[in-house]
């Protein structure tokens, strides 16, 4: 972001485009990981022998909330919380589409722009980005969400 980025300004930033993270791999060690601690064990993720025979993918796939659950840390690496935020709290999704499977292996990146920024009582700011988590060298996305963000003031001490 850059250093005119705050929460007095970002709703001058709604419609542009606020960056793309670093590419995340997504190996079938995160996938194991991630199915044992949800408890989905659905052989299309985690049986890499039977996913390579019976799959129309032809490999093991990632789970769609597990690729959902990486928008989080890659909202931060964004930098979408300013320096004049006290912290930045998970609000929500507005609508979430599932649109390509991620392959064991593949590597993901989001890419966001501020759809808006509305002020909210008590020195907070609700942002709503439009994130899409790209899978390298694919046509499309994994994903595309609308998430939503609350930016909470950093809290004036009196002198």
Not at 17 to 42: K, N, P, S, Y
């Amino acid at each position: 972001m850059t250093l005119d980025y705050t929460m007095t300004t970002a709703p001058q930033f709604v419609g542009r485009e606020l960056g793309m993270t670093e590419w995340v791999t997504v190996g079938q060690d995160r996938i194991d990981q991630f199915a044992a601690c949800t408890g989905d064990h659905q052989w299309i993720h985690v049986d890499v022998e039977r996913a390579k025979r019976e799959s129309p993918f032809g490999e093991p796939i990632a789970h769609g909330y597990l690729i959902l659950s990486l928008v989080a840390a890659m909202v931060m690496e964004l930098g979408v919380v300013p320096p004049d935020a006290a912290t930045a709290l998970n609000y929500g999704l507005d609508k979430v589409r599932f649109i390509a499977p991620v392959k064991a292996g593949a590597r993901v990146r989001m890419r966001a722009n501020l759809a808006s920024a509305e002020p909210q009582a008590g020195g907070r700011m609700l942002l709503k980005l439009q994130s899409t988590l790209e899978i390298e060298g694919e046509a499309k996305p994994a994903l595309i969400a609308e998430v939503l963000c609350m930016l909470i003031a950093k809290q004036r001490v009196p002198s």
